[in-house]
């Protein structure tokens, strides 16, 4: 791109949210007017011969097997860390201390220690001019954002309930192999962290509350499963051999915020039928809204202010320019999907990073959301004691 400086970014890592994560930086680039331009120059992965293919397929121009490679190269500006949670930390901290920005997938790390570290050395990086940023990708969802700004502007009142909940199947089945979001020591926890810490985020997002006390329960209802022969998409092919399931299959816990407000959140990936239900509703005291990812393009909007008889939950089709990020898009009405999220995050982090503004969601917003989870294992540890948030101190 003629007078732009090139962003050039070494991502770590290349399955499913490599692939997303390489949609978002090859797209953010043609369709906003960005203030640099992301330059796709190496990816990572342990496997030469598969990251070779994964660099190829996704658009990437070169290769390496170790990630500190990438860190130790003066030519790339960015680390995208897209690898199994316990990897994170040290990834993390080595490229901020080396002076490249940092993108990082949720859950941000495996434990509130970890994710201290990595704040840490996020706030020390920030005073030099280098940012890190933590994928909690659905915040960019626009009918998300634009829930985010009625319940800002005013429009529910004062929020008093929320239901937050993160639904998927792809567990159901016995058979589906020991994939690393199974194992405690490579994902930190399981439905919880894994999903269960995007409805933390999205509903603290929404409300502008931030959860202070938790209590909770964990339920692994498959205890082994056969071990992974080799991984595709969430997993991929069974083995002869068992292996035990070290993580949650499901997480409930209800908690209070600290702007007064009260919710209640599910997780879970055996929810026989929902595909990937990623649900808030905020019911406040002048109306409520109600957010849907299987029916993203829309947002449930109730006005108790409306003259009786005419009350009653409005679709508002999130589609059109005034909404946002859409201008960016296609004509009124045209719908958006789930990968436009990730291109909105790459959009939102090169702006930050390029702009000397720390872009959100930080580290520290990471290692809170930890906070919250960590506080729900030891309730559910403790058989559902109330937890506050604060006592997850790492
Ligand atoms: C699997 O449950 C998963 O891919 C999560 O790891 C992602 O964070 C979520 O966006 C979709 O589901």
Redesign the pocket.
């Given at each position: 791109m003629p007078n732009k400086p090139p962003l050039r970014i070494a991502m770590t890592g290349y399955g499913?949210?490599g692939a997303a994560h390489s949609q978002g930086w090859r797209v953010a680039p043609r369709f906003f007017d960005l203030p640099a331009e992301p330059e796709m120059t190496l990816l990572v992965g342990r496997n030469a011969e598969a990251a070779s293919a994964a660099a190829e397929k996704f658009g990437w121009a070169e290769t390496a097997t170790d990630w500190r490679d990438a860190v130790a190269r003066d030519d790339i500006d960015v680390i995208d860390i897209v690898t199994p949670g316990d990897s994170h930390v040290d990834i993390a901290i080595a490229a901020l201390e080396a002076g490249k920005h940092v993108l990082c997938?949720?859950p941000l790390a495996n434990s509130v220690e970890e994710a201290r570290a990595m704040a840490d050395a996020a706030a020390r990086a920030a005073e030099r001019g280098v940012y890190a940023m933590v994928g909690f990708?659905?915040r960019r969802v626009p009918a998300a954002t634009f829930a985010r700004d009625l319940v800002a502007s005013g429009a529910v009142g004062e929020v008093r309930q929320v239901r937050a909940m993160y639904l998927?199947d792809?567990l159901v089945d016995p058979e589906v192999p020991l994939a690393w979001?199974l194992q405690k020591h490579l994902a930190g926890s399981g439905a919880l962290g894994?999903?269960g810490a995007?409805a933390i985020d999205l509903a603290q997002f929404i409300t502008g509350q931030k959860l202070t006390s938790v209590s909770g329960m964990l339920e692994t209802f498959v205890k082994q499963r056969p071990k992974l022969a080799s991984s595709s998409g969430?997993a991929g092919t069974a083995s002869d051999e068992m292996g035990d399931v070290t993580v949650d299959d499901l997480a409930l816990f209800t908690g209070r915020f600290d702007g007064g407000a009260v919710g209640s959140f599910e997780a879970t990936?055996m929810s026989t039928g929902r595909k990937?239900a990623l649900r808030i509703e905020v019911a406040g005291s002048k109306g409520a809204i109600s957010f849907d990812l299987e029916d993203l393009n829309s947002l449930g909007f109730y006005d108790a202010t409306a003259p009786a008889g005419r009350q009653g939950f409005t679709k508002i089709m999130v589609t059109e320019p005034v909404h946002p990020y859409i201008e960016a898009w296609w004509p009124s009405g045209h719908t958006l999907g789930y990968e436009h999220g990730f291109t909105h995050q790459a959009r939102d982090f090169v702006v930050g990073v390029v702009g000397g503004t720390q872009p959100t969601p930080s580290f520290a917003d990471g290692l809170q959301v930890q906070q919250v989870l960590d506080a729900v294992e030891r309730s559910a540890e403790s058989g559902s004691a109330w937890i506050p948030t604060s006592e997850s101190a790492g």
């Open positions: 499913f949210m997938e949720k990708t659905y998927q792809w979001r894994d999903i995007h969430l990936r990937n």
